[in-house]
């Protein structure tokens, strides 16, 4: 264990608070008070699970060699979230990287001693970051995908209503006007 990381394990509990706090700044000031002031998962469940979420992905990044399928598995809540919110890529893992900033903050007096090890630092961070962005985009295309489907079926049950969709059994459902379907041969015989 680096001189780093032992320092670090002592102010965990800081640093997270810190960590969790940059999360919140980025949510919009009547949503970010809501999320910090209630630790009850049933009252908050979206502050609470980013807030565990933040102190589970400080612990794994901060070992020697992460498990980054862990990391995978920890950041997912919190991309998701971002996702549903609507963030841009780039506001839903900024959070990550402003870790930098409240160590270089954290070790301002002691920024010397700790120089090397905090560049490695820095490198799991932006592999952190890395995931994360993959996470966003992942949820993301889940966001549309259903979005989509929704349409699609939306679209086709209001077809169906007004009599313009039509099943053809070689090709599918297909929207053809009724008397395209009627005067076009594609009446079943």
């Known amino acids: 264990m680096t001189n780093l990381e032992k320092h670090m394990e002592s102010i965990h509990s800081k640093i997270a608070l810190k960590w969790f706090d940059a999360v919140l700044a980025s949510y919009p000031n009547d949503k970010n008070k809501f999320l910090a002031r209630k630790n009850d998962l049933f ?7 980013i807030r565990e979420s933040i102190k589970l992905l400080l612990k794994e990044i901060l070992k020697t060699s992460p498990d980054y399928d862990k990391v995978q598995e920890l950041i997912d809540p919190i991309m998701r979230i971002g996702a ?9 893992v900024a959070f990550l990287f ?9 070790f301002k007096d002691d920024l010397s001693n700790f120089y090397s090890e905090l560049d490695e630092f820095s490198k799991k ?8 962005f993959q996470v966003y985009m992942k949820s993301r295309e889940k966001i549309f995908e259903l979005k989509a489907r929704h349409v699609k079926e939306r679209t086709l049950n209001i077809l169906k209503a007004k009599n313009i969709l039509a099943e053809v059994e070689e090709v599918g459902t297909e929207i053809i006007p009724h008397e395209v379907f009627k005067k076009g041969g594609f009446e079943q015989q």
């Open 125 to 132: 961070i932006d592999m952190t970051a890395l995931i994360g």
């Open 98 to 106: 402003s870790l930098k900033e409240i160590l270089r903050q954290e």
């Open 84 to 92: 549903v919110q609507e963030f841009g890529p780039g506001k839903a």
């Open 43 to 49: 009252m908050n469940p979206v502050g609470v699970n």
